[in-house]
C-alpha cells in the first residue's frame, strides 16, 4: 500500500459525459502527479501540482483539467469523454516539488468510455 | 518533444535466464528512476540514479547509468516468477522539471 489513494476505482461512461477523479497524496507529500496509461501509450504524464499550484503540465487535452485543494487532494476533471479516453489514471505523490524525489502511486482508476 | 525510448517492448524468459531492458535519452538527463508495475498493479519506485556512471545493486537487480547520462539499464540475474511484471525508466530532463517515462518492458517468466 503506498498510501495514496484514488476513488472510484472502477468508473464507466458515456460518450460526451463528463466525469471526476479523486486522489488523495500520502501524507506529508506536496506534490501530485496525474498520468494516464492505456495499452498502446504506456504511462503518459498530464499534469502535476505542488502544493495547490500547477507546476507541470504534459499532455493534457483541453478537456481534461484538475486542481489541488488546500487539503492537498487532487481532482481530475475529464469532459466531453470520447472512446479513446478510455484507460487507467494515476495520481502519484511525492514529498517536494522538483525531479530528485521519487513518487508513490495510487492503485488508480479505470475509466471505460461506451 | 522529449522522449525517452525503452527497448525491448517485451521479454519472455525461462526461470533462471537473465534479463536487460535499456533505457535511451535523445537529450541528457539530470537523473533517472525505475518503477516495477506488477500485472493488475500499479507503478512502484524501485532505485534512482544520479551520477555519471553509476551502479547499484538490489540483490538480483543491477541498475547502471551512462557515463554520459543519456542512458541506463537495468539488468536481472537469474530471474525468478516474482520478477514478472512491466519495468519503467523514467528521465528527468536536465532543464526541465518532469520525469518522462520510458514505455516500458514487459517481462514474463516461465517456469
Known amino acids: 500500500d503506498s498510501g495514496v489513494t484514488q476513488t472510484p476505482k472502477h468508473l464507466i461512461t458515456a460518450t460526451g459525459q463528463r466525469v471526476t477523479l479523486r486522489c488523495s497524496p500520502r501524507?506529508?507529500?506536496?506534490?501530485v502527479y496525474w498520468y494516464q496509461q492505456s495499452l498502446d501509450q504506456g504511462l503518459q504524464f498530464l499534469i502535476q501540482y505542488y502544493n495547490g499550484e500547477e507546476r507541470a503540465k504534459g499532455n493534457i487535452l483541453e478537456r481534461f483539467s484538475a486542481q489541488q485543494f488546500p487539503d492537498l487532494h487532487s481532482e481530475l476533471n475529464l469532459s466531453s469523454l470520447e472512446l479513446g479516453d478510455s484507460a487507467l489514471y494515476f495520481c502519484a505523490s511525492s514529498v517536494g516539488d522538483g525531479r530528485i524525489y521519487e513518487q508513490y502511486f495510487g492503485p488508480g482508476t479505470r475509466l471505460t468510455v461506451t | 518533444g522529449q522522449q525517452v525510448m525503452q527497448i525491448p517492448q517485451y521479454q519472455h524468459v525461462q526461470e533462471g535466464e537473465d534479463f536487460t531492458t535499456y533505457c535511451n535519452s535523445s537529450?541528457?538527463?539530470?537523473?533517472i528512476q525505475w518503477y516495477k508495475q506488477r500485472p493488475g498493479g500499479h507503478p512502484v519506485f524501485l532505485i534512482q540514479?544520479?551520477?555519471?556512471?553509476e551502479v547499484k545493486k538490489q540483490k538480483r537487480l543491477t541498475f547502471q547509468f551512462g557515463e554520459a547520462k543519456k542512458n541506463s539499464s537495468l539488468h536481472i540475474t537469474a530471474t525468478q516468477t516474482t520478477d514478472v511484471g512491466t519495468y519503467f525508466c523514467?528521465?528527468?530532463?536536465?532543464?526541465?522539471?518532469?520525469?518522462?517515462f520510458g514505455a516500458g518492458t514487459i517481462l514474463r517468466v516461465k517456469s
Open positions: 537529450t541528457t538527463l539530470s537523473n
Open positions: 501524507s506529508g507529500d506536496l506534490s
Open positions: 523514467a528521465g528527468n530532463m536536465e532543464y526541465g522539471n518532469k520525469l518522462v
Open positions: 540514479l544520479v551520477k555519471s556512471g
